[in-house]
């Protein structure tokens, strides 16, 4: 590769991480490199790092520093574990565990290793003080589905969950359930055939409790009616327990 092109190809480079936002974790794949560019894409990339434009979080993942008052901030953990979720450019992965349900206002808990979930793949990190382990997702995961995955963990986790409070729970379960469109409803429904009784008879009672107009008979067929769910919710915070045989 001649000079003038190896400097086309820096240019370029440059241009497109320009365009990343500073505290942003960016691939290879972002900077859309060719295969007969890459050894030039490289070099480039070795020289902003050593120009402290940019940093290199492991091989093949870097980020943008963002500069503070207080000095250099660090990209979220979120961000630096974004690139580990995707695979030519499709999701196969998600975050679930102790930090969704921090998110999702389930606990005030942050742990100290993340979990992060998929069907295909074994996710495990360990970058400084980044630490990530694998769980195998109930369904492939995909962009379509992933927040309903995060939804049916978080049904299925609701025992075990430090810290919780029922009654708000539910409420928050509720409210996520609700913004739904009747297309989600329906699949979400479907994804949880996938998961234990436990979940599928959760999923029911906050179904029927939402709209009885909602189609349960899926959820209501694959259950054992002689089966009971201890998930410690009583009749005042979840009206529909009953019929579920939650206790």
Known sequence: MNYICSM?????????????????????KDLAIKKEEYTAASKTIER?????????????????????????????????ITPY???????????TGLLLYNKMGLTTQIPKEISIASNKKRIYISKGNIKASAV?????????NYKLLEL??????????????????????TDKILKLNSKQKNE???IALEYPP??????????????????TTSLDESLNPLSEYR?????????????????
């Open 85 to 95: 979720l995707f695979k030519n450019g499709k999701r196969i992965a998600y975050i």
């Open 198 to 215: 436990r979940v599928r008879a959760f999923l029911g009672a906050l179904l029927e409790n939402i709209d009885k107009k909602i189609d």
């Open 136 to 144: 195998k997702s109930y369904v492939e995961v995909t962009d379509e």
């Open 152 to 173: 049916l963990d978080a049904i299925k986790d609701i025992k075990k969950i430090p810290d919780l409070d029922k009654k708000p729970a539910i409420k928050i379960l």
């Open 188 to 190: 979400l429904i479907n």
């Open 8 to 28: 086309n190809i820096a240019k370029k480079i440059k241009g497109k991480i320009k365009l990343i936002k500073n505290g942003n974790t960016f691939t290879y």
């Open 48 to 80: 902003l790092i050593r120009e402290g434009r940019i940093k290199r979080i492991s091989t093949g993942v870097f980020y943008k520093p963002k500069q503070t008052i207080f000095g250099e901030l660090k990209p979220d953990e979120e961000k630096i």
């Open 231 to 247: 998930l410690g919710i009583s009749k005042e915070t979840l009206p529909t327990i009953e019929k579920w045989n939650i206790k």
